[in-house]
């Protein structure tokens, strides 16, 4: 017989027949839960000594001896210390029953204490007793709604959402009110639970008429379709919310998870339709839902349909950070809009977010690879006034695009820069200067950057000193001449 959890000689108390969790073939009480999913006192920091003291005495004690253990400690716990020891005892139920009679004789117990109990009862499915805990409190005059939301959240943890909802039906008759906080919390719960949206929507039709629900209601049955991935389903019960609740800007939640379950369903023209509607009744989802969005958008490319989302949210008063605006700026780069990457470049300081190097560098880049001469260069000295450095890579693929481009003049611009500042890695840089002057015939000027960046010890590649060695042989036997002393040099440098 599993005992009753109080023997207040003031109550009578219902009991129930139910086998001792702790009865095992040692003396000493083992944990009802076998994979010990609860905290102890032996992993839990800044446990209180007495607390401690009693939990070693709980653990340690065979449960015939529990209870004269108690009684010759010595120890009278505090209404704190009951608490810290009921909640470190949900792995040894029957011995937590015994504490809880123990200490009930030495001190009213709280409330609070009292849905402790309720709760370590019902995680270990002992449900019997819990019912026994719950007459009792109403008996006691301490019994709530959060005990209920406590019955709840156990049934359904133990999959047994049926039972939960005949929970819901008897509140009542407990005299504790069935209202909007009650029915959300028995949502909650069962909704938490897996592939169970289905069963919330059932126990919302039952209470609907009976109950004014709010957007908190239908916000966790979306929450559910977002687990679930049921994008069909968060529509209808999107529907639903707003012909009952109407719009609200109090339903960020609601609105995050509708509009994350299409996301996540790729159905990216119904976020931005949904988007729209949304920004129409002046009500818009939170900054959650928008990085999100953005991340999934950034990771596929699809600039099409971030740019819409992006303009919502600014209209909806949220303020990107520079992260977001970086994964922007990176996202239209990345499809040749250039013009709108600068637009949030400029805008984005207005909303207290500050470009940095990869900003910079993402914008310069995408104009390299653009071939937009004229923008590089006057971007190039835009980055050094604001002391933002083009990376090693960057300038290499410019100072070649620029020499393609026939602007061998702003390509020294750039190579000048990087000997003076030794920005990155100069050789790719190095290799590419001295292969464009070649192509352009300017070999007096080849020579004598090649006996500069050997002077630096810059690596010149055997393929770059190949190509010089095609075109000062075409030249002339002096340019050959002038070559051969280099390419010893050049050679010598190798060998070092």
Known sequence: ?????????????????????????????????QNNEFPSHLDTPNVSSTARTLCNL?????????????????IHPSEECVHEVLKLSYNYPSSAIKFFRWAGRLREHSAHAWNLM?????????????????????????????????????YCMAG??????MSFDVMDRYDVEKNVVAVNSLLSAICREENQTSAGVEFLEKVK?????????????????????????AKSTFGEMVIRVGWSQDNVAAYDAFLMTLLRALQFDEVVTFLKVLKDNDCFPGL????????????RNDAAHAVPLWDVMVVSGLLP???MYNAMIGLLCNNGEIDHAFRLLDEMVLHGAFPDSLTYNMIFECLVKNKKVRETERFFAEMIKNEWLPTGSNCAAAIEMLFDCDD???????WSYMVETHVGVLEVSANVLLIGFCKLGRLSEVRRFAEEMLDKRIVIYESTMSKLKEAFRKDSRSARERFDTLYRRWKAHVKL
Not at 58 to 74: C, F, K, M, N, V
Not at 132 to 142: F, I, L, N
Not at 209 to 233: Q, R
């Open 1 to 33: 017989m599993m005992e009753p959890v109080s023997k207040n000689p003031r109550t009578k108390v219902s009991k129930y027949p139910s086998k001792n969790p702790n009865r095992q073939s040692s003396p000493i009480a083992k944990p009802n839960n």
């Open 58 to 74: 709980l653990t340690r004690t065979s449960p015939q001896e529990i209870d004269s253990a108690l009684s010759s400690s010595g």
């Open 118 to 154: 309720v709760d370590l009862l019902g995680r270990n499915q002992l449900f019997e007793p819990m019912w026994d805990a719950v007459r009792t409190m109403k008996q006691e005059g301490v019994l709530s709604l959060p005990t209920f939301v406590s019955v709840f959240q156990s």
């Open 160 to 165: 047994r959402v049926n039972e939960a909802v």
């Open 209 to 233: 008429g009976k109950v004014d629900l709010d957007g908190d209601s239908f916000a966790i049955l979306l929450e559910g379709w977002e687990k679930e991935g049921n994008p069909a389903k």
């Open 288 to 299: 959650k839902f928008f990085t999100n969005a953005l991340d999934v958008l950034v990771k």
């Open 321 to 323: 950070n520079l992260i």
């Open 408 to 414: 061998p003049d702003a390509a020294l611009e750039i």
